[in-house]
């Protein structure tokens, strides 16, 4: 296919510049695409092409092979795809195992981690996360279902050579996103709950049923960067909103600081109680509050209540840039309320989680809280997500985690 005729002027700007989406509007003419799901070659690259979506191609495996080998334009029967690349994904996924693996594993610790980001990964709509053998496989896309055999094949290959033993799997299809690829959204009924030993602490996990699929993995090295600014400015108590089953406030409380963690979710703190629990720490040392965080922080504001740090975790306020002002509106009472309630000295983390806020965004409306608040600022640190979940340079759709490190005077 000549690219240069195919798409538009924008569309081959991105092609060019290694953005691994190319929608529907960035081809002049679609009829040019083949109309069945399947993997198809444009330009130097492999796509996944998913003919009922707006996000019709997602780059497949990287551009520095060498595919010229194969010198076919598209590959719709899965038994062609293994021959292709069965080999390909097998050593790739071994590749990427090792190296996450490495860099996130320590000690003792069982293998919890992101094995396969999306797009990230360069294996766009499959999401894979490791708990223990248990593999919590979330299928995204049009295309992942019609090669699912093929990517199980691989998974359990690699998997059983890295690790030494056979995975299980746990096949997610209850995302919403499927309904836009035109596949069905399927609950699954039933999952198990396990002990995970997980950056030095033990949690009580259901791989595939929780939030996420089933722990904030992404957050990792946030959790222990949150201790290590505490032990830095001596600061103990803490309020950790927005805390799910005991993220930030479990590291910090096991660090004999005193942690109140507030959440919405009942089943959230009663896990965060159990792990508080089986990590033998206090019920003096960890509370938790089922409350809203917006009438929390106001009501400790009209208090006049003070704390030493304050960790602020929310879900994405924002899933499309529409809803950015408002987003950002709430982003900034959040923030503006825990400047007030900080002591002098204090620590604010604070957390985003949308790739529709920037850094710039985020900045802005900082800056604007600190001013508001006639409070000074310092920006510690910016951090993004764990090294399992890192962004793609070319995708900044997967640039979405943000936690900024602000010391409060
Ligand atoms: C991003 S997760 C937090 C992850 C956690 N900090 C960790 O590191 O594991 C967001 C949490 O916010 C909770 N939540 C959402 N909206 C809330 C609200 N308005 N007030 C209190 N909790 C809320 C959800 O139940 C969820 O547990």
């Not at 198809?40 to 003919?51: A, D, K, Y």
């Not at 409306?365 to 600190?370: C, E, H, P, T, V």
Request: glycine letters at 4%; aromatic letters at 12%; a neutral charge.
């Amino acid at each position: 296919m000549n690219t240069k005729t195919l798409l538009t002027n924008k569309g081959f700007e991105k092609l060019t510049t290694g953005h691994p989406w190319l929608l529907n509007h960035d081809f002049k003419d679609l009829s040019e695409l083949p109309s069945k799901t399947c993997l198809v070659h444009v330009g130097e690259h492999w796509f996944f092409n998913s003919p009922m979506s707006k996000i019709r191609l997602r780059r497949f495996g990287p551009t520095t092979r060498d595919w010229k080998k194969i010198d076919i334009d598209s590959i719709h029967d899965p038994l062609q795809f293994e021959r292709f690349f069965g080999d390909f994904l097998v050593q790739t996924l071994i590749e990427k195992l090792v190296f996450k693996k490495d860099v996130l594993i320590k000690g003792n610790e069982d293998l919890c981690l992101r094995w396969v980001f999306s797009e990230s990964d360069l294996l766009p709509g499959l999401i894979v996360d490791i708990f223990k053998n248990k593999l919590a496989c979330q299928i995204l896309t049009a295309p992942v279902q019609l090669f699912w055999p093929v990517f199980k094949d691989a998974l359990e290959k690699a998997f059983t050579t890295v690790q030494k033993q056979k995975p299980e799997f746990i096949e997610l299809k209850n995302s919403s996103v499927r309904t836009k690829e035109g596949l069905d959204v399927i609950e699954t009924e039933e999952f198990s709950s396990d002990w995970y030993l997980w950056n030095g602490l033990y949690w009580w996990m259901t791989p595939g049923g929780e939030q996420k699929t089933g722990a904030y993995l992404d957050q990792k090295i946030n959790h222990k960067e949150a201790v290590r600014w505490m032990e830095n400015l001596n600061l103990s108590e803490t309020w950790d909103l927005c805390s799910f089953e005991g993220g930030f406030g479990l590291h910090i409380a096991k660090s004999e600081r005193p942690v109140a963690a507030v959440d919405q979710s009942q089943n959230a703190l009663e896990t965060a109680k159990k792990n508080a629990q089986r990590n033998e720490i206090s019920e003096r040392s960890y509370t938790t509050i089922r409350e809203d965080i917006f009438t929390f922080l106001r009501r400790q504001y009209d208090n006049k209540a003070t704390v030493d740090t304050i960790i602020l975790d929310p879900p994405s306020f924002v899933k499309s840039k529409m809803e950015l002002a408002n987003a950002m509106k709430g982003y900034k009472e959040l923030n503006l309320r825990s400047m007030h309630c900080l002591k002098s000295g204090g620590l604010l983390v604070s957390c985003a989680c949308s790739h529709n806020v920037s850094r710039e965004d985020y900045l802005y409306m900082l800056r604007s809280a600190a001013h508001d608040t006639r409070r000074t600022v310092h920006v510690l640190d910016v951090k993004g997500p764990s090294p399992d979940h890192s962004p793609l340079i070319n995708f900044p759709e997967s640039n979405y985690l943000q936690a900024w490190f602000l010391r409060i005077e």
